[in-house]
């Protein structure tokens, strides 16, 4: 799986847009871009994914650059409550074969979030 | 429609006795991976089952080995337990599609298990 790149941590303010960067310069064709959170105790939520074009859900909205190698995490207006460890994870998708989906993990971005 | 849970939430154990966590998967999902998650760290990769077969594995040793039942749900078991292996661990539920493995994973809140 490609490696990806985050920054360690980040502050934003209560209300305002939450812009989370990732690099993943060797990101292959069959790889998505994954976006997971984890707050404190809990286990990791699914945000959003996406292969080329942005996506948005109820959650965020993922923008992926044009040659693949860079994407943003965006959350609207953050709360409190979107204080958590940010992940980005670039997934092998293949049908058949020898890819059955694992996620690896890396350090996450820390977002915090204050009023 | 309930989530993924994991069982016990908390355990202690000796060194070098033997554990057993559970999973009960999401409703509609078939997969079941295993994460360990030690602290300060993102969560590794232990394995995933399908169809009640350990479909791939990660870096850990025989110590570590699972089971997945025909209502898809699994356990996890570790022999010998060391120090080392005190960390939180997750199970994630997703569903084969198409004969890919790319739908989200939903994870569990984990099972804490401390070695002393």
């Known amino acids: 799986d490609a490696k990806t790149t985050q920054p360690p941590s980040m502050d934003c303010a209560e209300g305002r847009a939450a812009n989370l960067p990732c690099n993943h310069s060797?990101?292959?064709?069959?790889?998505?871009v994954y976006w997971y959170r984890q707050i404190h105790s809990q286990g990791p939520q699914y945000i959003i994914h996406?292969?080329?074009n942005n996506e948005t859900n109820e959650m965020a909205s993922l923008i992926i650059t044009e040659d693949r190698k860079s994407s943003t995490l965006i959350l609207p207006h953050a709360t409190l409550r979107d204080t958590a460890v940010y992940y980005c994870i670039v997934r092998v998708i293949t049908a058949g074969g020898t890819s059955y989906g694992k996620l690896t993990f890396g350090q996450g971005t820390i977002l915090t979030v204050h009023p | 429609d309930a989530g993924v849970t994991q069982s016990p939430t908390h355990l202690i154990k000796t060194r070098g006795q033997q554990v057993t966590l559970r999973c009960s998967p999401k409703?509609?999902?078939?997969?079941v991976s295993w994460y360990q998650q030690a602290l300060g760290q993102g969560p590794q990769f232990i394995f995933q089952y399908y169809e009640e077969e350990e479909r791939q594995r990660g870096n850990f040793p025989d110590r570590f080995s699972g089971h997945q039942f025909p209502n898809y749900s699994s356990e996890l078991n570790v022999n010998a337990l060391l120090l080392g292996d005190s960390a939180l661990y997750l199970c994630?539920?997703?569903?084969?599609?198409?004969?890919?493995?790319?739908?989200?994973?939903?994870f569990g809140n984990g099972t804490r298990l401390t070695v002393t």
């Open positions: 996406g292969l080329k």
């Open positions: 409703s509609g999902h078939d997969t």
């Open positions: 060797t990101i292959s064709g069959n790889e998505y």
């Open positions: 994630a539920s997703s569903r084969r599609q198409g004969g890919a493995y790319n739908s989200p994973l939903h």
